[in-house]
């Protein structure tokens, strides 16, 4: 299995995260132009991990996403669908609670997590509602979640410009320099299929999430939306 459908069959999008799991962060960084790391940054803000608070990085895969909440002393546990991506992880940070679980059947107790997190991988999860309502159910009342994921520009000849090169020039760069480009085919067709920034503030609310909110990073290419238990 080179890339996953769109509709998301669970073995398939772990199949395709293992095949790119060696070469994935630098991957994201080249196709981001850069942007990735400022968005990480933009993350670890919304989160605001402090010390001896317990956080979830859902589909953290490498664990790359977590170390800015490691720096700030919080107890992170990164969890990831793939395996491929979690022994890369783990060779990586070789100290940090990996685990590997399907974000619509998370391992973990009720009110365990301070705050919970999930950047560009809720596009990946099959059902998207269940999805945030495990990640209610693991937070503890009075807890946060962040989710950064890619979304829709909000200026029509920006749109119309990234679509372009998310269906033309991705594809190429990804050949590259990734592991599997192929899998980059999918992940573009999935980002044009994700709900709009409102659409996911309504399954947020949906979801039993309170003072939901989000706010748009590099012209709408990504949205970081926030809530409440």
Same mark, same amino acid.
């Given at each position: 299995?080179?890339? %996953?459908?769109?509709?998301?069959? #669970?073995?398939?999008?772990? /199949? ?11 991957? @994201?960084?080249? !196709? /981001? ?10 993350? %670890?803000?919304?989160?605001? %991990? ?15 996403? /977590? ?18 991506? !979690? ?9 940090? #609670? ?25 596009? @990946? ?15 503890? #009342?009075? &807890?946060?979640?962040?989710?950064c994921e890619f979304s829709h520009p909000t200026l029509a000849p920006f749109r119309t410009v990234y679509t372009e090169y998310l269906m033309r020039a991705l594809p190429p760069v990804a050949r590259a320099v990734s592991s599997n480009p192929d899998a980059y ?9 994700? #709900?709009?920034?409102?659409?996911? $503030? $309504?399954?947020?609310?949906? %979801?039993?999430? @309170? ?15 926030? &809530?409440?238990?």
């Amino acid at each position: 299995m080179t890339r %996953a459908s769109l509709d998301k069959q #669970p073995r398939e999008v772990a /199949s395709m995260f293992d095949a790119v799991a060696e070469k994935y962060d630098l991957t @994201n960084d080249v !196709l /981001s132009l850069g942007q990735a790391r400022l968005w990480r940054k933009e993350v %670890a803000k919304a989160v605001d %991990a402090r010390p001896a608070q317990k956080v979830l990085d859902l589909a953290a895969g490498t664990a790359t996403s /977590s170390q800015p909440f490691v720096q700030a002393g919080a107890y992170v546990v990164p969890c990831d669908f793939s395996l491929g991506m !979690l022994r890369v992880g783990k060779q990586r940070h070789p100290w940090m #609670p990996f685990t590997a679980g399907d974000g619509t059947k998370l391992p973990f107790k009720d009110d365990t997590f301070d705050a919970v997190t999930i950047s560009f991988g809720l596009r @990946n999860i099959q059902d998207t509602g269940q999805a945030l309502r495990e990640l209610y159910r693991v937070t503890k #009342p009075g &807890g946060r979640v962040v989710i950064c994921e890619f979304s829709h520009p909000t200026l029509a000849p920006f749109r119309t410009v990234y679509t372009e090169y998310l269906m033309r020039a991705l594809p190429p760069v990804a050949r590259a320099v990734s592991s599997n480009p192929d899998a980059y085919v999918y992940l573009a067709e999935s980002i044009r299929a994700w #709900p709009t920034q409102p659409e996911l $503030a $309504a399954l947020l609310q949906e %979801a039993g999430w @309170n003072k939901v909110a989000w706010r748009d990073l590099t012209g709408g290419i990504v949205a970081l939306h926030r &809530g409440t238990k």
